[in-house]
């Protein structure tokens, strides 16, 4: 039986011994112990704030980031990586990525190519630039583009693929130098268009018959031409 009771107490002893109190924890344990807590709660809050590789939004911030470097007309815009895209001016975001681009006004000699990559853009306005030549191809291959707005530029030619764009409604292209129209653009379903303003010479006949130009929401001028036409070509079949 005494044998039995110093076996007892000798497995106590064996257990406090390995039991450790909080008071066997030194001053230098703990603060490295915070430390290391502190150091992982930062670690995984940076994590969250690293934008995802993948991140749609993300790449059109890049792609305007490139825009405004290689437009010097630009260079005033709050466009830079140190601000969130969020609170950046002269566009709107929805769904996480960039929909309307306001580029008016900024004294733009060309199109910004930057702009094709913009694969969720709804509203384009470009508007009152110095913007030559044609205008790009790429607008027709754009899917969401609902609105573009290039009244008041030096544009001469519209591409016919710029049909394309199958969510267009709004196509303002009011005070350029277009001398002609594609017959393609009868195909759009547009809810107010314009070319008013332009020393055009010929406009298809497919144009007058698609387009209301009686309509407000349609170029007044264009009616006149349009009734020109018609007129010159019942001269036309009458003289035959």
């Known amino acids: 039986m005494r044998k039995i009771n110093l076996l007892f107490i000798g497995i106590g002893l064996l257990l406090c011994s ?22 992982s709660a930062n670690i995984a809050d940076t994590s969250n704030s690293i934008p995802k590789k993948n991140d749609p939004l993300e790449r059109d911030k890049k792609n305007l980031i490139s825009l405004v470097k290689n437009n010097l007309a630009l260079q005033n815009l709050n466009w830079s990586l140190e601000i969130d895209i969020t609170e950046w001016e002269r566009i709107k975001i929805k769904k996480n990525r960039v929909v309307n681009l306001d580029l008016s006004w900024m004294n733009l000699n060309e199109f910004p190519n930057e702009i094709k990559k913009l694969k969720r853009l709804e509203s384009l306005y470009l508007n009152n630039n110095n913007i030559e030549d044609s205008i790009p191809k790429f607008l027709g291959k754009l899917p969401s583009l609902r609105l573009i707005n290039l009244s008041g530029n030096k544009l001469n030619t519209i591409p016919k693929n710029i049909a394309s764009a199958p969510k267009l409604r709004v196509l303002l292209l009011q005070n350029n130098k277009l001398n002609s129209i594609p017959a393609e653009i009868g195909k759009l379903n547009l809810l107010i268009f314009s070319i008013k303003k332009n020393p055009m010479l010929h406009i298809p006949s497919e144009i007058c018959e698609a387009f209301d130009f009686t309509h407000p929401n349609f170029s007044k001028d264009t009616t006149v031409v349009c009734q020109k036409k018609v007129t010159e070509e019942l001269e036309e079949v009458e003289e035959l």
């Open 18 to 39: 390995c039991s450790t109190d909080d008071s066997d924890i030194s001053p230098e344990d703990e603060s490295v112990f915070e430390e290391n807590t502190r150091a």
